[in-house]
């Protein structure tokens, strides 16, 4: 007992003294996807053209909102001219400095549903930089369940053709000691061919997955966690319209067409501006018989465009606003039918996935079976390479239905608008 407890004392201090996984490698082992797509998601230019566009319309915001303040403005003059005064003839030099302040007081309400307007696209715009995250997110997530997907084909394949090669070392000392014809060692070695195949496309089409994946990503990716979609519940598929980034974004454009759009009588409407001035300094010389010194005045304009152009204007923003309506009536029916469709998709995909669970389990004993029964002559070489085969296809089968499933539950929180909550980054996207 007590050389145990002394093996026991000396195996944990050699297991503490192991050097610990480089940081780079815990955060991925330990975070997986979420913590790739918090570091990725921000450098994707697409979101960055997002956040572009919010800014501008941020600062489109400011300057309508600016349009209902006044304007000051100061003024400074210097020149020379030659003035009559009374009979004489005198050359008049100016130097000259004013303050003046013009507010344009009514305007038909044009200034106002303007900032309207522009309040309802910055919202729009700040969806859209949540819409092209998500997109982001699920770009980068589809490559990456994609290159897991190829691994785990790769790791079959690898297994596979390892057995098929002890298969043709068996069929081959078999065949030079006369238990095993010719034929059959041509056809182990056609097998081990087949599966060399297989493996080296599965190879190539992990090393473009790999670099599709890193170029997403912009940084290699090393280890691969798995990561699985919780059902969504009904109240979220049922609020679908109200979260999805895209519908929000159609819907606060299409609010601000709306607002632009006035009333004939408030685009007739005649303008109001308030001007008042105060001179600061005034050096003319010789002095002008009168120098205005402050002032102010309410000029009232009324145009009347003989060529229609202020209600073509008019016609026009109705238009646009008919356009934005049609725009969010389409994008709600293709969400809709993409969010419906998708409950019987991923229904299939359960069911086909248990389906082949049980039929790989059912076929691994079925070769393990058939090994037993050709070492003991009771099968022949080409039902035990068929039996492999299909084993292997039903593998195959698995591990492409296992993707399906992900990326179609993956696209149900996209169309859902639940995505970033998913993968843990609505909070940076607030």
Known sequence: MRAFLLFMAFACANAAAQPAPPAAFQAQSVRGLPALLARAVPRDPQVIAAQAALATAEARYKQARSRLFPTAALQATRGRSNDLDGTLDVERRTHQVEASVRWNVYN??????????????????????????????????????????????????????????????????????????????????????????????????????????????????????????????????????????????????????????????ATLAPKVDLNVSHLLNNKTTPPPSTIQQRGWSVGVSWEFPLGGGSLAQRDESISRAQAAEADVARAEQGTRADLASMLPRIANAQRTLALLDEQERKMAFVVRGGTIQYEAGRRNLQQVIQTRDSYFTIQQRRSDQLHRLTVAQMRQYALAGRLLDAFGLAQEAK
Do not use: C, W
């Open 108 to 265: 038909g309400g044009a200034d106002r549903a303007e900032l309207d307007a522009a309040e309802r696209e910055m919202a729009g715009a700040a969806f859209d930089v949540e819409r092209a995250r998500a997109d982001s997110a699920e770009k980068l997530a589809e490559a990456y369940f994609d290159m897991q997907r190829l691994d785990r084909s790769l790791q079959q394949s690898q297994e596979r053709l390892r057995d098929v090669t002890q298969l043709v070392l068996q069929v081959t000392r078999q065949a030079e000691l006369g238990k095993a014809s010719e034929v059959d060692r041509e056809l182990a070695q056609s097998s081990q061919l087949d599966a060399e195949l297989v493996h080296d496309g599965l190879l190539t089409d992990q090393q473009a997955a790999r670099i599709k994946l890193e170029a997403l990503a912009f940084e290699p990716v090393a280890q691969f966690a798995d990561f699985a979609f919780a059902p969504l519940p009904a109240q979220a598929l049922e609020n679908a319209d109200t979260q999805h980034a895209q519908l929000r974004a159609a819907r606060e454009r299409a609010a601000a067409a709306q607002l632009r759009v006035r009333s004939v009588a």
